[in-house]
C-alpha cells in the first residue's frame, strides 16, 4: 500500500484487498507530496523491503489494490515486474483483477503498462471530481453564510413602509437583489401587512 495515489486513499486500498479475500504481511509505504512529484523511488522503502532478492524461491502472491500502488510511473513498474519475476512472484491488481506471473513476457509488460497508465488517468479523474465536490460544497456553505447575513440586515427593514424606504435601497443595504429579497422573505407588502396588523 502507498500514500498518494490519486483517487485510492490507503483506506481504499486496503478495504480493497480485504474484499478480494488477501491477507497477509502488509508493507505500507508514506511518501512525501515531494518525494511523490520527484517520482523518487528511493522512498519507497516498504516496496524495496518486499521485493528485496531472496535465495528460496517458492512461488509467492503480491497483492495490490491497483498497480499504481506499487510503481511511481510504467517504467518503474517494469522494475518493479522484473524484481518480482526474480522472487518468482505473481502480482495481483485487485481493481483490474489481473495477474502478473513471473513469466509473463514483453506481453505481460504492456498489459502491466497499460493497465497502470489508465489507472492512472481513471484515479485523476476520480480525485479530480472529489476535489471538486468539495470545492462546491464548500462554496455553498460560503454562500448560505453570506444570504443569511445578508437577510439578517434585510429581514428587519423588509415591512418598513415602501415610501420611506424602496425595496431597492434594501437590496443595495444588504448586498442582494430584490428578486433574491422577494424569494426568501416573501412578497414586501404582505411583510408590510402584517406590520401593520401588530400596529394596531
Known amino acids: 500500500m502507498r500514500t498518494g495515489v490519486s483517487g485510492l486513499p490507503?483506506?481504499?486500498?486496503?478495504?480493497?484487498?480485504?474484499?478480494?479475500?488477501?491477507?497477509?504481511?502488509?508493507?505500507r509505504d508514506d511518501i512525501s507530496p515531494a518525494d511523490l512529484k520527484a517520482r523518487n523511488v528511493a522512498a519507497l522503502?516498504?516496496?524495496?523491503?518486499?521485493?528485496?532478492?531472496?535465495?528460496r524461491k517458492v512461488p509467492e502472491i503480491i497483492a495490490v489494490a491497483s498497480l499504481r500502488c506499487i510503481a511511481l510511473t510504467p517504467v518503474d513498474l517494469t522494475g518493479v515486474l522484473v524484481a518480482a519475476a526474480k522472487r518468482n512472484a505473481t502480482i495481483c491488481a485487485v481493481d483490474t483483477e489481473e495477474r502478473y506471473p513471473p513469466d509473463a513476457g514483453v506481453e505481460g509488460v504492456q498489459a502491466a503498462m497499460l493497465a497502470w497508465d489508465k489507472g492512472q488517468r481513471v484515479g485523476q479523474t476520480a480525485a479530480a471530481r472529489e476535489a471538486g465536490k468539495a470545492a462546491r460544497g464548500a462554496y455553498s456553505a460560503l454562500l448560505a453564510d453570506?444570504?443569511?447575513k445578508?437577510?439578517?440586515?434585510?429581514?428587519?427593514?423588509?415591512?418598513?413602509?415602501?415610501?420611506?424606504?424602496?425595496?431597492?435601497?434594501?437590496?443595495?443595504?444588504a448586498g442582494l437583489t430584490v428578486a433574491s429579497l422577494i424569494r426568501?422573505?416573501?412578497?414586501?407588502?404582505?411583510?408590510?401587512?402584517?406590520?401593520?396588523?401588530k400596529r394596531k
Open 150 to 173: 445578508a437577510l439578517a440586515i434585510a429581514r428587519p427593514l423588509w415591512p418598513v413602509p415602501s415610501d420611506e424606504l424602496t425595496s431597492q435601497e434594501i437590496a443595495d443595504k
Open 10 to 27: 490507503v483506506e481504499k486500498q486496503e478495504s480493497a484487498l480485504k474484499n478480494a479475500g488477501f491477507s497477509g504481511e502488509i508493507y
Open 184 to 197: 426568501y422573505l416573501g412578497p414586501r407588502r404582505e411583510a408590510q401587512r402584517i406590520q401593520e396588523r
Open 45 to 55: 522503502v516498504g516496496r524495496a523491503d518486499l521485493l528485496r532478492p531472496i535465495k
Open 146 to 148: 453570506r444570504r443569511e
